[in-house]
């Protein structure tokens, strides 16, 4: 049976078109057809119910090429195939091209039927082709509006352990992660964009799918704008097909706020136990009769013990056992008893060795579900802010104690002064052995007092004294020949210095006044004799043996060690040795300034000391100075012979102490000066305008009412640049060094001072 064809012939010969026809025919087509040779017509008769369209190529009002770029206008799908027999091959090429189908020369139309055929297959496949990729289009979108409302993120990629990428993902990635998906579908974002700590995780995850098909596994994954968000990957391994490689199909679902709520959970759970465990403080749990039930490391630690389980194994009365104690004990389960808690208790805890250390205990008592009391506390050990706060104490102790020193120093000077220059002027004009010898003891008293006073300002501000490298091996030999040419001889004197002991910068006077002290203190220990050790060594402190000494720095420092094996210190006083004025020796045998100096010229050499001690086997001090890598070496200065004589140069002597004034005019007359006096600064300045020039040296005291040193010295200097002064008070001058400094005062002159200091002053100066 003949299948019918509508078909359109774009044909200017009907003898052709009968051709075309009788082989359509021959097929086993009947067609249904329409001849056109002009475009209106062609476009008249063009419609969807043609099946095909066989076009001449040339004719004298239309063309092929025409009629085919028309269907293509109007958008209708029907197969063109072009009969001609003029075409060439390159035309003909160039026609399909456009869109046509087939090409057939008119001399070899036996292969028509079959073109047609071929044309109308494939003008249906591509149409069902068309239905298709319609349905699957539709059922894409549909899947895409389900995806992009749903909250699981679909994802596709290789099942590649090593080498996993993604192969597409769902566009509500966007949402997750805040990026695009054509951002996401790189090969290096799968391990870019997972977080580090869960690479295995995934890892695992994915030769799980492989394994078993399916899998389920939890993973944080980054954001675009840095963030993670921890998400359940569920997935599924499907197998290759064809010989393509396998892949897994999953979702993501973004389970953040489930694993935020999982982890505060976890944390609340682990919170107490975290700080339970590490905490500084002591933290435990005792019941009612004060069995421990609970202990933390510190705990255990502080009481020393090895672990939490060995303390409550072996503490079975907490107050018995810990607060060593009774008045501090009772004290303790009183305010419990009464309270219900204790808040900063401070008490001594005994240690398992027996040793003490002082604790600051908080306590409650806590009922249980039960009903039944137990209590909950801690303690933190506290030694060493209670020795600080002793220190404190002490230090404060001889803050005060300084500051009286400064304060007193100044009018003990003044009133020794007098007594040294006229104990100085009469020693020429007493010849009675008795009285001269009289009048020795007057001047030695007032020196004494000097050196007491001395004493008492080197504690009080430190002292600077004259610096240079020395080497303490001579200071060493020196002193250990006193000792063996004064000490007692049940005394045995031991000496150790190293032949590479480093060199310090120090004043060597100090350095042999701390020695001396030291040792005159190890001797005074040992009543019945015993062994006096002098040893020095070089040694290194790093910062972990630094902040044991709370004075110490790190470097490089020479020890100096002076032991003794006498009585010792008992552990009551130990505190207090260093306190001025503080002695255990008999009334008038000591004046418990040794110790206080010592500390202050070891501190003004930025050094520190340190003292051990037990009762009746002997004290050790270990006095540390600190090695410097350069040190300046102090100018001899040029001797001048005793007491020498003036030129009956004119001087100016101002004091706001009349004695002072008197005594040292006398001393200055005698040796053949002549002398003004002056008794406020404002006196001095009237005097000095007076003389106009005559005046070639002034002596001034610093501290006096009114108008002082300083201003004094800047009225002169203002009507004399030249003008030669020497500065003396009864302070120390450190204060005022560098205002006298900027005034150009290089000589002072300390009080009290003798007859033979002040001339030879005098002399240098003068001298220029």
């Known amino acids: 049976m003949a299948e019918p064809l509508h078909l359109l012939l774009v044909e200017d010969n009907p003898a052709d078109a009968e051709l075309v026809l009788r082989e359509l025919r021959r097929a086993g087509f009947e067609p249904t057809w329409l001849r056109v040779q002009t ?3 062609y476009c008249a008769k063009l419609g969807p119910h043609l099946q095909i369209i066989l076009s001449d190529y040339a004719m004298p009002q239309f063309d092929g090429l025409s009629a085919l770029k028309l269907l293509e206008e109007r958008g209708l799908d029907i197969p063109f195939i072009i009969v001609s027999g003029t075409i060439g091959e390159e035309t003909a090429v160039a026609a399909m091209k456009r869109g046509a189908v087939d090409y057939l020369l008119k001399d070899r139309l036996g292969r028509l039927g079959q073109a047609v055929i071929q044309a109308l297959e494939q003008n249906r496949l591509r149409k069902e082709r068309i239905r298709a990729d319609e349905a699957l289009r539709k059922t894409n979108a549909h899947l895409y509006h389900l995806v992009a409302r749903s909250p699981t993120v679909i994802y596709s990629r290789t099942s590649s352990a090593q080498d996993a990428f993604l192969n597409y993902v769902s566009a509500n990635i966007f949402e997750l992660l805040g990026f695009r998906a054509d951002e996401i579908v790189q090969p290096e974002w799968w391990s870019g964009h997972l977080h580090a700590d869960d690479q295995a995780v995934a890892q695992a995850g994915l030769h799980l799918a492989i394994e078993l ?86 705990l255990a630690r502080m009481a020393g013990y090895t672990s939490p389980e060995e303390v409550i194994g072996s503490v079975t009365k907490i107050d018995e056992q810990f607060y060593a104690d009774d008045t501090q004990r009772a004290e303790m389960q009183r305010l419990l008893r009464e309270q219900g808690f ?23 008592a806590v009922r249980d579900t039960a009903g039944a009391i137990h209590y909950e506390g801690t303690m933190q050990d506290i030694t060493e802010r209670k020795l600080l706060e002793e220190k404190f104490l002490r230090a404060q102790r001889m803050e005060a104690v300084g500051t009286l020193a400064s304060g007193v120093s ?26 001269r010898e009289m009048l020795l003891m007057v001047e030695r008293s007032a020196q004494r007092g000097t050196r007491i006073i001395s004493q008492l300002l080197a504690f009080s501000r430190g002292v600077e004294g004259v610096r240079a490298s020395i080497q303490l091996r001579h200071l060493f030999r020196e002193m250990t020949s006193i000792m063996q040419e004064t000490f007692p001889r049940n005394i045995q004197i031991e000496s150790s210095v190293p032949g590479d002991l480093w060199p310090v910068v120090a004043d060597a006077t100090q350095i042999h006044q701390v020695l001396m002290n030291l040792c005159v ?13 002098l040893k020095a060594e070089n040694i290194q402190l790093d910062e972990s043996l630094a902040r044991v000494h709370p004075e110490a720095k790190p470097g490089d420092y020479v020890m100096v060690i002076v032991s003794d094996s006498g009585m010792g210190i008992p552990p009551e006083i130990i505190s207090s040795i260093f ?88 001393v200055l007359e005698k040796h053949h000066y002549q002398v003004l006096v002056a008794g406020t600064g404002e006196e001095a300045l009237r005097i000095f305008a007076e003389q106009a020039g005559a005046v070639k040296l002034v002596l001034t005291d610093m501290i006096m009412p009114g108008m002082g040193g300083i201003k004094l010295i800047q009225a002169l200097r203002t009507l004399q640049p030249d003008i030669k002064v020497i500065a003396c008070s009864g302070f120390d001058h450190e204060e005022k060094k560098d205002e006298l400094a900027g005034l150009g005062i290089k000589e002072t002159l300390a009080k009290p001072f003798t007859p033979t200091q002040l001339l030879k002053k005098l002399r240098r100066v003068l001298a220029g």
């Open 342 to 364: 204790v808040k900063g208790f401070e008490a001594r805890m005994r240690r398992k060795d027996g040793s003490l250390i002082w604790i600051s205990s908080n306590a409650q």
């Open 579 to 666: 306190d001025p004025f503080f002695t255990t020796k008999a009334i008038g045998k000591g004046t418990g300034l040794g110790l206080s100096t010592v500390i202050g010229i070891v501190k003004s050499h930025e050094g520190f000391l340190t003292v051990e001690s037990k009762v009746n086997q002997g004290t050790v001090f270990k006095v540390y100075l600190p090695v410097r890598s350069t040190a300046t070496v102090p100018e001899r200065e040029t001797t001048v012979s005793a007491a020498p004589f003036g030129g009956q140069e004119l001087l100016l002597v101002v004091d706001d102490e009349e004695h002072i004034l008197s005594t040292t005019r006398r």
């Open 213 to 298: 098909g399916r899998s389920r596994v939890e993973y944080r994954l980054r954001c675009k704008d840095g963030s993670y968000l921890w998400v359940e990957d569920r997935k599924r391994h499907l197998p290759g097909i064809n010989g393509e490689p396998s892949e897994i199909i999953g979702g993501w679902t973004d389970i953040t706020a489930r694993k935020q709520a999982e982890e505060a959970q976890r944390e609340a759970e682990t919170k107490y136990r975290r700080i339970f465990e590490n905490a500084v403080e002591g933290i435990y749990q005792a019941t009612a009769d004060g069995r421990l039930l609970t202990a933390n490391p510190a």
């Open 521 to 533: 203190n190890a001797r005074d220990a040992m009543p019945e004799g015993g062994r006096l050790g």
């Open 39 to 41: 475009k209106e017509d």
């Open 410 to 435: 100044h009018d003990l000077n003044n009133i020794l002064a007098p007594v040294l220059l006229a104990a100085g002027l009469l020693k020429d004009t007493i010849t009675d052995p008795q009285d």
